[in-house]
């Protein structure tokens, strides 16, 4: 893997490099990770032998190109009242960070076409670059988008170590109405309600690992089971679900 840095932004080299020490520091294997710097280019590289993926910035360029992967926007202007305008204008991997909000802070991103996610916090934004260093990293290390944008506002915060505390990341926001945030379980806590469970009507409670277990142990009596299932293909699991659910809904579990 080839990281291409511009050539007018030697410092940003320094920057990753450090971060890629930390990364290392906690078991992140960055020996296949090569850094190149490029003469006439505005955007940051990460290329592969699969894909190449751009970062642009307002650090890097006045001008923002729009054909970059992620754009980071730090010298925006915006407050988080302007973001229902800008928001129509916001496409996957728009990030603009350092947002003034009531609650202090907020960095806030588009993880896809309609979808605005947003976190807060009460510090300011101290180090711009030490930040893009942090989220170059981040993408580097194949973090999804708002896993980037997490652990880069953390890292720039934490100094000379790897982010390892809940103090130090940003908290995720979950409603918002000038942002148009309000996460699924949120949105049905008003009508959605789970059946009060007694201790005494617990019992045994299996954790299983395939429906055939839970035809198993209805069987059996057993009205309290849990279906966890790790590393199986969602439409085989639905499809072995479909199977037997007829077979499943004539019983009369209480909690499954």
């Known amino acids: 893997m080839t990281l291409l840095i511009p050539s007018i932004h030697q410092d940003l080299v320094k920057s990753v490099r450090h971060v890629l020490s930390l990364a290392q520091g906690v078991g992140f294997d960055i020996d296949d990770i090569q850094i190149s710097v490029v003469n006439e280019l505005n955007v940051v590289q990460i290329e592969n032998s699969e894909r190449c993926q751009m970062i642009s910035s307002d650090l890097l360029s006045v001008q923002m190109d729009n054909d970059a992967d992620y754009r980071l926007h730090y010298h925006h202007g915006f407050v988080e009242s302007d973001f229902p305008q800008v928001m129509h204008s916001m496409s996957f991997g728009d990030v603009y960070l350092d947002v003034d909000s009531e609650s202090g802070r907020s960095d806030i991103w588009a993880c896809r076409e309609e979808v605005i996610k947003a976190s807060s916090g009460a510090l300011s934004l101290a180090n711009t670059h030490q930040h893009f260093a942090w989220f170059i990293v981040a993408i580097i290390l194949d973090f999804p988008l708002e896993d980037a944008v997490m652990l880069a506002r953390a890292g720039s915060c934490s100094r000379e170590t790897w982010p390892s505390t809940r103090e130090q990341f940003f908290t995720p926001v979950i409603e918002n109405k000038e942002l148009g945030i309000r996460v699924g379980w949120a949105v049905r806590a008003s009508s959605s309600f789970f059946p009060t469970l007694y201790k005494n009507s617990l019992g ?53």
């Open 204 to 256: 045994l409670y299996p954790v299983v690992d395939s429906v055939e277990w839970i035809e198993r142990l209805l069987k059996q009596g057993i009205k309290t089971i849990q279906l966890r299932i790790k590393n199986r293909v969602c439409l085989t699991l639905h499809n072995k679900f479909s199977e037997r659910f007829n077979w499943v809904s004539n019983t009369t579990p209480k909690y499954l």
